[in-house]
């Protein structure tokens, strides 16, 4: 992998996030290394998207810091990306019209080089609403990495897509991080796609880190034994303090 | 409360204040085209998408970036209702007018013509309207066509 030494290294400190009197996030503490895959695995409404907006600068933490390489998160910054679970494009936009928008000077050939990245230079010229689910996620990857990010951060953007899909986004983003070496932080509820993606699986449970785990396989990933191990460990740990055991315990009369 | 009153009931304030003539025939017409224009306007622009401002937002685009780019074509097709809900009742007001309040115009015509009886003016004023509406919103019709061709309602199978 060539080390790109403009990526981004986060470090999270003593985080806390209310919404009202809500605690979301409860004294986070956290450091992902520059060009480093964090997947951030856990149920809906544990936080981790919250996490997510609150690096991006969406959101305003309530305590606690976040640092990108020391300098303080206060403002959108443009080498930080976001990639969200719908497309979001502009329909009224064409497709490299679109792809623009996340280059800072909105030329037409970084949206171009961009869209050859992830194969759909050819629909360039189209509207967003003849694409297909899949192909719309692949424009939407290709704007956030028109504006060369050193911080990649995506809020499940492929869980709206369907199975074959995803395995074709899962290869093509784990191939675009080690060609350009951008810090990638995923923000997923698949285990099994944590896994495969990612140096290190951060669980999240009631706004805490309840677990941090090194995915030590070696890339390309394939679905062995040892990748059966990752998955298994950290799934179980997922469902343990769940009342999913206390379901199955329950005697259903019918 | 303005918009409550039907703008043709302001035609005798409207006469009181501006006489007779062309004035009065804008003044009515302004009154009457602006509100389908601005609440369409208004209901367009707050049922904006509100997760392409946030995409918008974390692109680093400044206000007027996020008005060009999302706000304004994002309620097009709310303000070109509007458009279109405002040429009818543009015309209707300019007919009303000429009839009531006016010493030229079609309508002016069409009044003259009944005191004679000559039915042949009064059918002809009667074309001309039906000519003029039909171009006006054929026309309105080829703007919108152009403007939302993004949509799919428009695209040409």
Same mark, same amino acid.
């Given at each position: 992998?060539?080390?790109?030494?403009?990526?981004?290294?986060?470090?999270?400190?003593?985080?806390?996030? $209310? $919404? %009202?009197?809500?605690? +979301?996030?409860?004294?986070?503490?956290?450091?992902?290394?520059?060009?480093?895959?964090?997947?951030?695995v856990?149920?809906?409404?544990? %936080?981790?998207? &919250?996490?997510?907006? @609150?690096?991006?600068?969406?959101?305003?933490?309530?305590?606690?810091?976040?640092?990108?390489?020391?300098?303080? +998160?206060?403002?959108?910054?443009?080498?930080?990306?976001?990639?969200?679970?719908?497309?979001?494009?502009?329909?009224?936009?064409?497709?490299?019209?679109?792809?623009?928008?996340?280059?800072?000077?909105?030329?037409?050939?970084?949206?171009?080089?961009?869209?050859?990245?992830?194969?759909?230079?050819?629909?360039?010229?189209?509207?967003?609403?003849?694409?297909?689910?899949?192909?719309?996620?692949?424009?939407?990857?290709?704007?956030?990495?028109?504006?060369?990010?050193?911080?990649?951060?995506?809020?499940e953007?492929l869980g709206?897509?369907?199975? @074959?899909?995803r395995?074709?986004?899962?290869?093509?983003?784990?191939?675009?991080?080690?060609?350009?070496?951008?810090? +990638?932080?995923?923000?997923t509820h698949d285990v099994s796609e944590a896994?495969y993606?990612?140096?290190?699986?951060?669980?999240?449970?009631?706004?805490?880190?309840?677990?941090?785990?090194?995915? &030590?396989?070696?890339?390309?990933?394939?679905?062995?034994?040892?990748?059966?191990?990752?998955?298994?460990?950290?799934?179980?740990?997922?469902?343990?303090?769940?009342?999913?055991?206390?379901?199955?315990?329950?005697?259903?009369?019918? | 409360?303005?918009?409550?009153?039907?703008?043709?009931?302001?035609?005798?304030?409207?006469?009181?204040?501006?006489?007779?003539?062309?004035?009065?025939?804008?003044?009515?017409?302004?009154?009457?085209?602006? !509100?389908?224009?601005?609440?369409?306007?208004?209901?367009?622009?707050?049922?904006?998408?509100?997760?392409?401002?946030?995409?918008?937002?974390?692109?680093?685009?400044?206000?007027?970036?996020?008005?060009?780019?999302?706000?304004?074509?994002?309620?097009?097709?709310?303000?070109?209702?509007?458009?279109?809900?405002?040429?009818?009742?543009?015309?209707?007001? =300019?007919?009303?007018?000429?009839?009531?309040?006016?010493?030229?115009?079609?309508?002016?015509?069409?009044?003259?013509?009944?005191?004679?009886?000559?039915?042949?003016?009064?059918?002809?004023? =009667?074309?001309?309207?039906?000519?003029?509406?039909?171009?006006?919103?054929?026309?309105?019709?080829?703007?919108?066509?152009?403007?939302?061709?993004?949509?799919?309602? !428009?695209?040409?199978?």
């Amino acid at each position: 992998m060539s080390k790109n030494v403009n990526a981004f290294e986060i470090q999270v400190k003593n985080l806390s996030k $209310f $919404f %009202g009197d809500i605690q +979301v996030l409860k004294n986070i503490n956290l450091t992902v290394e520059q060009g480093k895959f964090v997947a951030l695995v856990g149920h809906s409404g544990c %936080g981790k998207s &919250t996490l997510l907006q @609150l690096i991006s600068n969406l959101e305003t933490p309530t305590q606690g810091q976040i640092t990108l390489n020391d300098a303080p +998160v206060n403002k959108i910054n443009p080498a930080v990306r976001y990639l969200f679970q719908e497309a979001r494009l502009l329909p009224w936009k064409t497709v490299w019209e679109n792809v623009a928008i996340g280059s800072n000077d909105r030329s037409k050939e970084k949206a171009i080089r961009a869209l050859q990245e992830v194969n759909l230079d050819n629909k360039a010229e189209e509207w967003p609403a003849v694409l297909s689910g899949g192909q719309k996620q692949r424009v939407s990857l290709a704007r956030a990495l028109a504006g060369e990010p050193k911080l990649l951060l995506l809020d499940e953007p492929l869980g709206a897509l369907d199975a @074959l899909t995803r395995i074709n986004m899962q290869s093509l983003i784990e191939k675009l991080w080690k060609e350009q070496g951008f810090t +990638v932080v995923l923000v997923t509820h698949d285990v099994s796609e944590a896994v495969y993606l990612a140096d290190r699986v951060v669980l999240i449970e009631d706004g805490k880190i309840a677990m941090d785990e090194k995915i &030590t396989l070696a890339r390309p990933r394939v679905k062995d034994s040892n990748f059966a191990y990752f998955e298994k460990k950290i799934l179980d740990k997922v469902m343990k303090n769940d009342d999913v055991g206390e379901i199955a315990n329950e005697v259903y009369v019918i | 409360m303005i918009r409550n009153v039907p703008h043709l009931a302001m035609l005798p304030v409207i006469l009181i204040w501006f006489g007779i003539g062309e004035t009065a025939k804008v003044v009515l017409i302004s009154l009457g085209t602006f !509100f389908p224009i601005y609440l369409n306007t208004f209901h367009g622009i707050r049922y904006v998408d509100a997760s392409l401002i946030e995409m918008g937002k974390t692109y680093g685009l400044n206000k007027l970036q996020l008005f060009k780019d999302i706000i304004f074509p994002g309620a097009m097709s709310s303000i070109m209702i509007g458009v279109r809900q405002s040429l009818g009742r543009m015309w209707l007001t =300019l007919i009303v007018a000429e009839t009531i309040a006016a010493k030229s115009g079609i309508g002016f015509m069409a009044t003259n013509a009944r005191e004679f009886m000559l039915m042949d003016v009064i059918l002809l004023s =009667l074309i001309i309207y039906a000519l003029l509406g039909s171009i006006s919103d054929f026309v309105a019709g080829l703007i919108e066509k152009r403007i939302l061709r993004w949509h799919s309602n !428009f695209r040409k199978a």
